[in-house]
């Protein structure tokens, strides 16, 4: 097993990913290879599912995390047929979600490669489809990027798109949805035991965002975006080596990476309200969220002023 950090130096892949763009890098050297890819993304109506790509169009509606629970549907049996006919494969999904590919493959395959992250959980979907609908007020989506990085990576900002050329965009600290996901309201019940955490899993490689890179690697620190990815495949050490002149690595360790996200060992607890949440009955959910997680007036007062005094210290 290798740990590392890495800035994928393109900028524009790293615009359009989560973290350092590391997917983007495996999933383009799989499609060149002739292979398919597996991943998330929004279909037609913005709900998020499973589907394959077989060229790099394809790939970036993969691109970036999508913060709910996306349907599987087919994917397991398609990726089967894939595999059986000989083709390279590249499955990404939730560390669950590769478990359950590995045991509905029922053994292993050479040309298969596995992608799960460090997974904080998946947002409830009736609740993230309801959260859309109240945002838009009856206009029709464009796009949506639940990491867009207008604010920096640091933001973890929420954008929608309308196709009537008008903008939602909120970060962290304002956007309701993000804030309720952030701690822990309607994850999935399962997320809060889940089976899938530290360091050895079923998937090949595991992604994620190096929180706290500022401080323990400044020098690579440019707010748009830094991946860890924990490799368990050598050829995928080997695409990385061949890769080196378009990244930007460094070595890191487990230490490093269980003090900066926690999520690697550890399930989030569940909110103390979450029952009271979905037992109770609101006409508007952006609301019904914001009364529970929204801090007390003192704090949002203390926290102002934090910045506002960093920002005279500067
Ligand atoms: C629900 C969720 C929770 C996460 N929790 C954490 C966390 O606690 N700590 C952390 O460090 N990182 C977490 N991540 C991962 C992180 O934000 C980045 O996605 C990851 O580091 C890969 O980034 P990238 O820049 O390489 O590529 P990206 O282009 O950002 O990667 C996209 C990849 O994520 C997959 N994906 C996106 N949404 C989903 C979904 N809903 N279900 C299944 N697969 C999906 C796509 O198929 C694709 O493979 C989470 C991601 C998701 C989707
Ligand atoms: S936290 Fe665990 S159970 Fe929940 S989606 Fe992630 S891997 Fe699956």
Not at 178 to 207: H, I, M, W
């Amino acid at each position: 097993m290798r740990i590392l950090a890495i800035n994928n130096k393109d900028e524009a892949v790293r615009k359009n990913s989560s973290s350092g763009g590391v997917f983007y890098l495996i999933a383009e050297s799989v499609i060149n290879d002739s292979g398919v890819v597996f991943g998330a993304k929004f279909d037609s109506s913005f709900d998020v599912v499973h589907g394959y790509a077989e060229d790099m169009e394809g790939i970036r509606a993969f691109m970036g995390s999508k913060y709910v629970q996306s349907s599987v549907g087919g994917a397991y049996r398609d990726a089967k047929d894939f595999l059986e006919a000989g083709r390279k494969v590249l499955f990404s999904g939730t560390p669950c979600q590769i478990a359950a590919l590995k045991k509905y493959l029922g053994k292993e395959y050479e040309n298969l490669i596995t992608v799960d992250f460090i997974c904080h959980g998946v947002p409830n979907r009736r609740i993230c489809r309801e959260y859309l609908d109240e945002i838009s007020k009856g206009r029709e989506i464009a796009k949506v990027n639940f990491r867009d990085k207008t604010e920096g990576w640091r933001a973890f900002s929420l954008k929608v798109d309308f196709a009537d050329g008008s903008t939602y965009r909120k970060n962290l600290e304002e956007d309701p949805f993000v804030c309720g996901f952030l701690k822990n309201l309607y994850l999935r019940p399962s997320c809060y035991q889940c089976a899938y955490r530290g360091f050895e899993r079923p998937a090949d490689v595991t992604l994620a965002d190096f929180w706290g890179v500022q401080n323990i690697m400044p020098e690579i620190y440019d707010d748009k975006g830094t991946s860890i990815i924990i490799v368990r495949k050598e050829s995928i050490e080997k695409l990385i080596e061949y890769k080196k002149d378009s990244l930007v690595i460094r070595e890191l360790d487990e230490q490093t990476v269980q003090k900066t996200n926690v999520a690697v060992e550890k399930s989030c607890a569940m909110h103390p309200k979450r029952a009271e949440f979905f037992e109770s009955e609101y006409k508007s959910v952006s609301k019904a969220i914001y009364r529970i997680v929204k801090e007390p007036l003192k704090i949002r007062v203390k926290k102002k002023l934090y910045k506002l005094y960093k920002g005279v210290k500067k």
